[in-house]
């Protein structure tokens, strides 16, 4: 047996459709960062991008359990005493909610170039309208996969 190595003649990319309103933003920001590096495919080679372009819609309305509404991103200006802060509810509610999704699916993708070329599949949207209909996307029900991934608010 040898094992199966992909090149990017192999790699087949489909479109799927996720809808965000009352899943549970860490079980959501798995499940994503496993499509967008393949995991899920047999052909999973982990030097390759082999993994499918993801669209997120209603990204405002992901929940977040406990406490964790209140919790902080810290960030750097640069400046000497530039730390910044901004807790999870405020970017939820500000101009850009889709953010928080963002950063939960890059943080548990590994931090190399691939990590950053795989984030370039996925496109979230905090509205249910995205450009994306001449994909024709499939829809992926995460509600039904676990009953845990959803909340009611």
Same mark, same amino acid.
């Given at each position: 047996?040898?094992?199966?190595?992909?090149?990017?003649?192999?790699?087949?990319?489909?479109?799927?459709?996720?809808?965000?309103?009352?899943?549970?933003?860490?079980?959501?920001?798995?499940?994503?960062?496993?499509?967008?590096?393949?995991?899920?495919?047999?052909?999973?080679?982990?030097?390759?991008?082999?993994?499918?372009?993801?669209?997120?819609?209603? #990204?405002? *309305?992901?929940? %977040?359990? $406990? @406490?964790?509404?209140?919790?902080?991103?810290?960030?750097?200006?640069?400046?000497?005493? /530039?730390?910044?802060?901004?807790?999870?509810?405020?970017?939820?509610?500000?101009?850009?909610?889709?953010?928080?999704?963002?950063? #939960?699916? *890059?943080?548990? %993708?590994? $931090? @190399?170039?691939?990590?950053?070329?795989?984030?370039?599949?996925?496109?979230?949207?905090? /509205?249910?309208?995205?450009?994306?209909?001449?994909?024709?996307?499939?829809?992926?029900?995460?509600?039904?996969?676990?009953?845990?991934?959803?909340?009611?608010?």
């Amino acid at each position: 047996m040898k094992t199966f190595s992909a090149t990017p003649a192999d790699i087949e990319k489909k479109w799927i459709l996720i809808d965000a309103e009352g899943l549970v933003l860490g079980r959501l920001a798995s499940i994503i960062a496993s499509r967008l590096r393949g995991k899920h495919k047999a052909s999973f080679t982990p030097n390759m991008d082999c993994g499918d372009n993801v669209i997120v819609i209603n #990204a405002d *309305k992901v929940q %977040l359990t $406990g @406490n964790k509404r209140n919790e902080n991103y810290y960030w750097h200006t640069g400046y000497p005493g /530039g730390i910044k802060s901004r807790t999870k509810e405020q970017i939820l509610d500000g101009e850009h909610p889709e953010r928080v999704l963002t950063l #939960a699916v *890059k943080r548990m %993708l590994p $931090g @190399n170039r691939l990590s950053r070329k795989i984030m370039t599949n996925l496109r979230i949207y905090a /509205g249910t309208d995205h450009p994306h209909e001449a994909q024709a996307p499939e829809i992926l029900d995460v509600k039904s996969m676990n009953s845990k991934n959803t909340r009611v608010a």
